[in-house]
T-cell receptor, first 116, second 115 residues
Framework: AQKVTQAQTEISVVEKEDVTLDCVYETRDTTYYLFWYKQPPSGELVFLIRRNSFDEQNEISGRYSWNFQKSTSSFNFTITASQVVDSAVYFC?????????????FGPGTRLSVLP | EAGVAQSPRYKIIEKRQSVAFWCNPISGHATLYWYQQILGQGPKLLIQFQNNGVVDDSQLPKDRFSAERLKGVDSTLKIQPAKLEDSAVYLCASQGGLRSLTEAFFGQGTRLTVV
């Protein structure tokens, strides 16, 4: 079975602080994709990143960076110099690379509050 | 490019009433999903369509929930009769294809409150 765990329910930081959101996943598949989505108060899930299970290179995009470690089944997300606009619920998700059934499995989410 | 459109944005009904939600996916996207997101939880897949065929509806409570995508484009999700525990946000998402390597694109959701 596939499962995604986000142990941090809520995090509060002050603007300009760095913050890391944790994601641990379980899967028996050897090929899969990992995702991070952001859900602002408007409710829409906004795609942030997709990572292939074969590609363990870490990625940086502006103030966002992702650390994928297959050995610990973790896919952590770091926001550097956080801003108030980063306040949202962040979801980590797992998806089989090639599937005909259940698709994305989402974690429970981490609510990030960035205070001015 | 237009995103995934959903309506209505909000709906309040009494228990045992029926309700329907509508979704228009991104043009050309063959795969369409309906997710249920209960407050404080991550989205849970209800049903997945590939064109107008159902790929996975294993988590759809079929005694009260139904969904269709007759022409392989837009889709409706219906609940009849509604229960209090159906209060949630119902998200529609679309994707380029079943084997597509792309992410899913989500609509803003319909927030259902059952009183």
């Amino acid at each position: 079975a596939q499962k995604v765990t986000q142990a941090q329910t809520e995090i509060s930081v002050v603007e300009k602080e760095d913050v890391t959101l944790d994601c641990v996943y379980e899967t028996r598949d050897t090929t899969y994709y990992l995702f991070w989505y952001k859900q602002p108060p408007s409710g829409e899930l906004v795609f942030l990143i997709r990572r292939n299970s074969f590609d363990e290179q870490n990625e940086i995009s502006g103030r966002y960076s992702w650390n994928f470690q297959k050995s610990t089944s973790s896919f952590n997300f770091t926001i550097t110099a956080s801003q108030v606009v980063d306040s949202a619920v962040y979801f980590c998700a797992l998806r089989k690379r090639d599937n005909y059934g259940q698709n994305f499995v989402f974690g429970p989410g981490t609510r990030l509050s960035v205070l001015p | 490019e237009a995103g995934v459109a959903q309506s209505p944005r909000y709906k309040i009904i009494e228990k045992r009433q029926s309700v329907a939600f509508w979704c228009n996916p991104i043009s050309g996207h063959a795969t369409l999903y309906w997710y249920q997101q209960i407050l404080g939880q991550g989205p849970k897949l209800l049903i997945q369509f590939q064109n107008n065929g159902v790929v996975d509806d294993s988590q759809l409570p079929k005694d009260r929930f139904s969904a269709e995508r007759l022409k392989g484009v837009d889709s409706t999700l219906k609940i009849q009769p509604a229960k209090l525990e159906d209060s949630a946000v119902y998200l529609c998402a679309s994707q380029g294809g079943l084997r597509s390597l792309t992410e899913a694109f989500f609509g803003q959701g319909t927030r259902l409150t059952v009183v």
